[in-house]
C-alpha cells in the first residue's frame, strides 16, 4: 500500500478572488514565503497562473497545495462566480502534478485564518471582550461579500462554509430603500453582496446620482473612497456612510444569527484602505441598532482583520488539518491489516 507524503515542504497555498489570485509557497507549518499576487485577467486558466507563480519561485517540489476561492466548492466542477475560469479539481491536480489539492471557499478560509491571526492585526472597533469559545461570525467585502463562521468543538476551530452573501439585502430606512428599488429595477433579486462589495459601493453612487440628476453617475470604488477622504465629495462621503451602515446591518444579523459573542472579525481588502474613516463611521451604531438586542450588541467587539493574506494562512491550516486525517485513516488502516 503507497503511502501519501503527507510532511512533504513546500507546501502551494493560494486565494484566489475574483480579481486577483495570491500564490505562496508554506515551507514549514505556518511559514508563509514568497507570497505574490497575479491578475486573474491575464491567465487563461487556473493551471496556467499555478505554473506562472510556480517558475517564478523556483520550481519548487511541490506535493500538497490547497487553494481557497471565491466560489461554493460543490464538487469536482468548479465555475468561478466573479470570473471567467471554470475547471475540474481534479484534472488540475493532475496537471499541476500534486498528489494533494484541495479546493476551500475563500471565506471559510478567511475563517479558519482568524484563529492564527495576531493580536497586532486586529484592530477592534467598538464592543467589550470576546466570550472564550463562543462562535465567531467572519464577513467582508471586498470583489463580492464573502460570510463565515467559527464554531468551537472538541476538535477546536471548524469554520462554515457558507453563501451568505448571496441572502437578500434588508433595506433600513427610507434611503435605503430608495436604494434597494434602483438594485431591483436594474437586477431583480438584490442580495447583500449587490452593495456590500467594490461593485456595490459603485451601485450606491449611481443610485444616489440618479437621485440627484448628476451627469457623471458612475464612478469607480476607488474614486468614492479618493474622494470621500479627501473631503471634496458630499455624495461620496454620503455614498461610504450608507455603505458602512449597511455592512452594520449585515454583520449584526450575522451576528445574532450565530450568536458571536467570540467577535466579528471583518475582512476583504476595502475596510481596511479607509481605517480611520471607517472607525468613526455609521458601522457601529447600526450594528448596535436592533431594538431590544441593542445592549447584546454592544457588548459584542467587531475586528477589522489587517493580516496581509488572511485567505493563504486559512488554506494552509485547512491542508494541514486534511493531511492530518489523510495520516490518521493510514494509521487506522495500517492497524487493522
Not at 484592530?123 to 464573502?146: D, H, N, R, W
Not at 467577535?263 to 468613526?280: E, H, M, N, S, W
Not at 488554506?315 to 487506522?332: E, G, R
Request: net charge neutral; proline share 5%; with cysteine.
Amino acid at each position: 500500500m503507497s503511502t501519501m507524503h503527507t510532511e512533504a515542504y513546500p507546501r502551494l497555498v493560494a486565494d484566489i478572488g475574483g480579481t486577483n489570485a495570491r500564490f505562496a509557497l508554506e515551507t514549514a507549518p505556518q511559514v508563509i514565503e514568497k507570497a505574490e499576487v497575479l491578475p486573474c485577467q491575464d491567465y487563461d486558466t487556473i493551471v496556467d497562473a499555478a505554473k506562472t507563480y510556480l517558475e517564478r519561485a523556483g520550481s519548487p517540489k511541490v506535493l500538497h497545495a490547497a487553494f481557497a476561492i471565491a466560489n461554493p466548492i460543490l464538487g469536482d466542477w468548479v465555475q468561478m462566480t466573479n470570473h471567467h475560469w471554470a475547471f475540474s479539481i481534479e484534472t488540475t491536480r493532475q496537471a499541476l502534478g500534486f498528489e494533494t489539492l484541495i479546493l476551500l471557499n475563500d471565506f471559510t478560509a478567511q475563517a479558519l485564518a482568524v484563529t492564527k491571526t495576531d493580536k497586532k492585526d486586529l484592530i477592534q472597533i467598538g464592543g467589550q471582550k470576546p466570550i472564550e469559545f463562543a462562535p465567531k461570525a467572519v464577513i467582508g467585502p471586498g470583489t463580492g461579500l464573502g460570510v463565515s463562521g467559527l464554531v468551537h468543538s472538541a476538535a477546536g476551530w471548524v469554520a462554515l462554509a457558507g453563501e451568505g452573501g448571496h441572502t437578500s439585502f434588508p433595506p433600513f430606512d427610507d434611503m435605503e430603500v430608495l436604494i434597494w428599488q434602483y438594485a431591483k429595477n436594474k437586477y431583480g433579486h438584490v442580495s447583500a453582496e449587490r452593495f456590500l462589495s467594490g461593485a456595490g459601493l459603485s451601485l450606491i453612487y449611481e443610485a444616489l446620482a440618479k437621485r440627484d440628476n448628476i451627469k457623471q453617475c458612475r464612478l469607480k470604488p476607488s474614486e468614492i473612497t479618493d474622494k470621500t477622504l479627501s473631503g471634496t465629495s458630499p455624495i461620496c462621503r454620503q455614498t461610504l456612510d450608507i455603505f458602512c451602515a449597511m455592512l452594520g446591518t449585515v454583520a449584526s444579523n450575522l451576528a445574532l444569527s450565530l450568536g458571536a459573542r467570540g467577535g466579528v472579525y471583518l475582512c476583504g481588502g476595502i475596510i481596511p484602505r479607509v481605517l480611520d474613516y471607517f472607525k468613526t463611521s455609521p458601522f457601529r451604531s447600526r450594528f448596535e441598532n436592533k431594538g431590544r438586542f441593542e445592549a447584546y450588541l454592544a457588548a459584542i467587539p467587531v475586528y477589522v482583520v489587517l493580516s496581509e493574506f488572511p485567505g493563504i494562512v486559512g488554506a494552509a491550516v485547512a491542508l494541514d488539518n486534511h493531511l492530518n486525517n489523510v495520516l490518521d485513516t493510514q494509521t487506522a488502516v495500517q492497524g487493522r491489516v
